[in-house]
């Protein structure tokens, strides 16, 4: 049974940093793409980076970009997402996602961890 379980969410101060990982199992993800997600309140989902299968390829939402770093782990089954200057804006629920490097939409899902920023 294939499972993405995310952690390290939790509440920090604008200016602040969190880490978020993503752990995989149930298959190998060695060719797959991983993503990170987050939903607001009230707002759609909406897509923060994702990495392709070995690391070397990587894409950021344009407000995200300069402050979110994702990375894969060495067993490909592990991502992180490093969240530096946290503005109160990037409060929601962070999502893990992965979907075969080919594929147009994502398969697999995780069920979140919540990342609250406060002013």
Known sequence: QVQL???GGGLVQAGGSLRLSCAASGRSFSNYVMA???QAPGKEREFVAHINWNGDN???ADSVKGRFTISRGNAKNTVYLQMNSLK???TAVYLCA???DGSTEYFYWGQGTQVTVSS
Do not use: I, L, M, Q
């Open 36 to 38: 990170w997600f987050r």
């Open 58 to 60: 990587t894409h950021y």
């Open 98 to 100: 992965a979907k075969w």
């Open 88 to 90: 109160p804006e990037d």
């Open 5 to 7: 379980v995310e952690s």
